[in-house]
């Protein structure tokens, strides 16, 4: 909506108050004046255009009718870092047998905080490069090691080092508190 009403415009006359309403008589005159204010730019979302082809079927008069559809979308999955995927089968190798420690985030794709976690994990992960290893496990795509350690709520982070869980955190925190749960084990 910011990109289509840049400034709203309202008018005030020695008359009327601001609400259209009738001036008080002890008020002071006002000269006609016209306010103009701006409205706050909104960055972060943005209008998503596709182009469908309809089949002959669903639009019979004219066959190459093409049908645009409008989303709106965060940009910040776009400019989020992606965090590398653990599955069943790199569980072992990338998390248990490590050098170092391992922040694993257990999430799904419908899950709306697990969602908002993505760019914080994505800035853990630029921010300890090296000294930590960032990935994220799909509790559907990976049931059992969810089973395994007893996650109940996602998203759900943990913290292994040398294949042994050391902490854990529950929930959509702030980045602060992940921080000061990996500046322990560093």
């Known amino acids: 909506m910011a990109a289509l009403l840049d400034s709203f415009t309202f008018h005030s006359s020695p008359s009327s108050n601001v609400l259209g309403g009738p ?94 976690l993505l760019p914080v994990m994505g800035e853990l992960s630029k921010q300890y490069a090296g000294k930590l290893k960032c990935f994220k496990l799909n509790t559907d795509d990976s049931p059992s090691i969810a089973t395994q350690y007893g996650i109940r709520s996602i998203p759900t982070i943990m913290i292994f080092v040398n294949g042994e869980k050391k902490d854990s955190v529950i929930g959509a925190v702030p980045k602060t508190t992940l921080t000061a749960s990996i500046e322990k084990f560093l």
């Open 23 to 116: 001036r008080s008589p002890t008020a002071p005159p006002v000269s006609a004046t016209v306010h103009r204010a701006s409205l706050p730019r909104v960055t972060g979302l943005k209008i998503q255009f596709s182009s469908k082809k309809l089949s002959p079927s669903l639009n019979s008069r004219n066959p190459r009718t093409s049908r645009r559809r409008a989303a709106i979308a965060s940009e910040a999955s776009e400019t989020a870092l992606e965090v590398p995927s653990v599955t069943d089968a790199t569980w072992q190798s990338l998390v248990l047998k490590a050098d170092g420690p391992v922040l694993v985030e257990f999430w799904a794709p419908w899950c709306g905080p697990c969602r908002m």
